[in-house]
């Protein structure tokens, strides 16, 4: 994924810490901020921290709220809308990448 205007990414578990297999992000999309659409080649599970708003992808449109979880499988395209007021957080996880 490209860089965002109000997105951050943090990894928090990762190579440097011995991860051989997979690599766990925590994400804050600021109020009104939007991940860019995109794709990939490989599956990532999302489990929303606080915060909400709402993922675009394999042609749904679901509200996200603290607690959730969504599940992007490989080569869907998906986005993620933070409709709040505050920060929509979540971690993210994915498969190990060379750039990890």
């Given at each position: 994924?490209?860089?965002?205007?109000?997105?951050?990414?943090?990894?928090?578990?990762?190579?440097?810490?011995?991860?051989?297999?997979?690599?766990m992000?925590?994400?804050?999309?600021?109020?009104?901020a939007?991940?860019?659409?995109?794709?990939?080649?490989?599956?990532?599970?999302?489990?929303?921290?606080?915060?909400?708003?709402?993922?675009?992808?394999?042609?749904?449109?679901?509200?996200?709220?603290?607690?959730?979880?969504?599940?992007?499988?490989?080569?869907?395209?998906?986005?993620?809308?933070?409709?709040?007021?505050?920060?929509?957080?979540?971690?993210?996880?994915?498969?190990?990448?060379?750039?990890?």
């Amino acid at each position: 994924m490209t860089e965002a205007e109000g997105v951050s990414i943090r990894v928090v578990i990762g190579k440097n810490e011995g991860a051989p297999n997979f690599v766990m992000r925590v994400f804050d999309v600021e109020a009104g901020a939007v991940t860019p659409l995109h794709t990939h080649d490989w599956e990532h599970e999302v489990f929303v921290l606080s915060g909400q708003g709402r993922v675009h992808g394999g042609g749904k449109n679901a509200p996200l709220r603290e607690g959730d979880t969504v599940f992007v499988p490989c080569m869907e395209e998906h986005r993620f809308v933070n409709e709040g007021e505050e920060p929509l957080r979540f971690i993210c996880v994915i498969p190990v990448l060379e750039e990890h």
